[in-house]
């Protein structure tokens, strides 16, 4: 299925620009999906900061992290952290590694994040935390040994985020939508708790509203709205992916940055084809 | 009245982009008013994220919230908020929901936002608070049934804003520029009174300082310096509205685009059109 | 003197602009200076948001804050403010009102603002507050009224600015340049000020570094810098001012966004013409 | 060798304009190289702001801090910060004085900055602190004299940063990547510190962690990631240096300004001329 590839692809660039255009991801961190044909692949970029991956920049990788053709460029050091999680977790279809400064004063405190808002359970009731100290005592805090990817795992469990402590998070979608949405919902939430723990008081969700308001994050009227508003807020500052190399595929985001429009064809059919690709 | 409703159209997208430029809209939210020849409707956009709203998005409901024509295209699902507030409140035209990052600490550790300075008053002498939980129990926060929407618009009473618990805010305005001042403003206030209370201590104005200061609010000094620099502001990020399909209506807005200069009869014209649809 | 009086009104949307644009100004505040050639009159633009005002709107008043010429254009509720400080005070040929954030939560909280940072001495070692309540009861806080503006002149005393309780503040300078830096470094001094309050200590400086540090402010070495700073900065944003209706003379701001060498005959004669005027 | 020095002359203009783009550098602050071939001189950029500054700017100086040809432009003030510490340690080619907003409030309140995060550990275990008011009394705080640049120079003594108390920090590397991102990941460092001791605790990265994680600052896997990233940011706001009057070097920022792919001879070349130079 070329197509499906190479639209996955080109998805995976635009979802790195994207969260480097909310703040999500900065000079670091990295986003790949499963491979929309090939379970037991992912697809993640060569070595580079987020808001600069091109489709082309895009390899394939086998659930233990090697590259499926031999590389003629650099890897990213971390990425036992997707191999792992897919391993340990067929529901999932999309991953984020992240460094947000909006999460980070809880990784250093320690201080659980906890839903604050209707869109902050995105992440759940409780997100774990996960010390790589505790296993492997004194390193360079990256990810980079199997077993270290295989703890963070088990650390992830059932969630659909983990907080390392001193380093940053690592979130999990079943499709690329809900993890573009939970990763930037995460942080605000996050920035909001901070600052209602300011004001003396952080009343948290309970437990029923978590659950339902969970839901949201999958509901298309949620999704296909974020989606289209963090690839318009995208486009505006000129910060699209370039097509693939020979690609025949007209990239759905590319016709979003061309019109305003809701009703020319070419989003239109843009916006099924994603909805039937997300089936 | 076509041409006044295609101007009104075209200032709800104006509206809902230059709340989202200014902070208080992002993804979620939006603006409405009502109809400006027959009160038993008003005008809101489909499902949309508010900056990327146009007048073609503008639809008409009754104050049931039932579309007066069966849509085309998916609705927001909080209507019922628009609806609700013009049923109980004859005297407002004008009505915003938003989720603002100013208010969010607010609604999260339940803390009454106060008026610390002089055009924070906008908002009035407090704000009332509604908690959905209270009557409706475990929900995901949305306020989409008639019920719910009542409770809120009960909650409201007379005053200028609302406070939902763990959502957000709603807002309104005896017309469409008051209601954007006073969006803005109420965040700003919240900024101010959170990092005041940082300092170790927040100092409300007297109930006759915001009864007086709040009165500004509806001042044209006031509001036709804000709504030339809130659409200047947006003009600059290339983001106002296109014109309606097929319409006549000069928009003003797009006039102060294309000039800077007070002189040109455009923009002058533009005004006194607007005071005069303002009475 | 046309030409120096064109090159002030130029200057005075240059300041305001400049101010807009570093954050000090928003929809509201104004900057004014005295006239170049009557030391009886002062140069305010019409009532408009500080981001927008050209050459042409800015006018000439009477130390009364009366228009010279009978004005077509809404004026500054505010004026007074200006007038009766150039009256109070013979060696202030500048004056800035503004509500900047950065300044909110000391005029809310009632803490003063004291110097935390070599450049943050501009303000001098203490800043005077005036509560508009304290003589006049409840008002919109508003000063408009004569004798509002000469009690505010009053507690500004000999001070480089005073601070308005849920107000803002209102900065005075010898020249235009210096007016400008002591705006923006008093904000960045109030969020430094801010941020060690929160980390438990604030450590001022000694007075004899205040003052010495505050001597920096007149030095052409650090004003020169910091204009052609802001003065770019603008540039860069498309925001400059345009030439005045007409004017001849040739805006040494207008060729600095023409040009980025600072060899061209544009730039040094600009620089030179400047330093002249300002002695 | 003239291509190296005009190599060397456009990457300090390139530098100081990225860490201006970055926050680091405002108005004020400078950042200095080693001479390429001459370790007993240094290159700084006449007096202008950072993200102005240009190749033909950047002029050489003794370790003394004194001009090597006489200047007929204004030289920085605190020029011997760069030349006393080069002439105390051999083994630094790059250094950095800065104001930035996020250090400002450990400057403030004598707090110590302390590694928090992984890329953070590039300051290393912990920062002194330099008070230019133990040794010198009262002064305007700006390092003049030689004898002010030698007390910094001690008080720095082997560590990668000092902080200057009521002023700034100095911040030294190896070479000028190593200088750049250790710079921004301080001032990271000391905004999320600053917030994670808001939420109430402030954990610390052990000695151990700290050595290893602070290496990562030298592996050109992310020098390299960080230094493209920075240069694109700053190549997207336009604000990529000129080329220096008549050079005949071709800059690798310039050419990954022009292209955003990975593949082409320009920006490969670049990097490898770049990687030749560092050893």
Redesign the interface.
Known sequence: MPDNLSDARYEVALANRMLANEGVL???GHVSVRHPADPSRYLLS????P??I?P??VLQFTLDSEPVAPPS??LY?ERVIHGCIYQARPDVTAVCHH?A?AV????????PIVP????GAAGGETLPFWNQ?DEF??????VVKPEEGRSLARALGSHGAVLM????ATVVGRDLRELVSRSIFMC?NA?????????????T??A??TK??G??NAMP?VTN??W???T??LA????LP?RATGSKARPQAASEART????TPARGQGVHKNRRRRK
Not at 104 to 111: D, E, N, Q, R, T
Not at 191 to 203: E, F, I, S
Not at 260 to 263: D, E, V, Y
Request: charged share 20%; glycine share 10%.
């Open positions: 900065d000079a670091f060569r070595s580079r900061s808001g600069l091109e082309d920049d460029v650099q050091a460094h400064p980070m004063p809880f990784c250093i405190a320690g201080v604050v808002f209707h869109l100290r005592g004194d390193t360079n805090l990256l402590n001193h380093h940053g605000q920035d909001y708790q901070l600052r209602a723990h300011l004001l003396g008081k952080v009343a969700l309970t029923g509203e339902l308001a839901a949201l009227n709205r974020t289209e508003y963090w318009l807020r505006r500052t000129g910060g370039p305003n429009s809701p009703r």
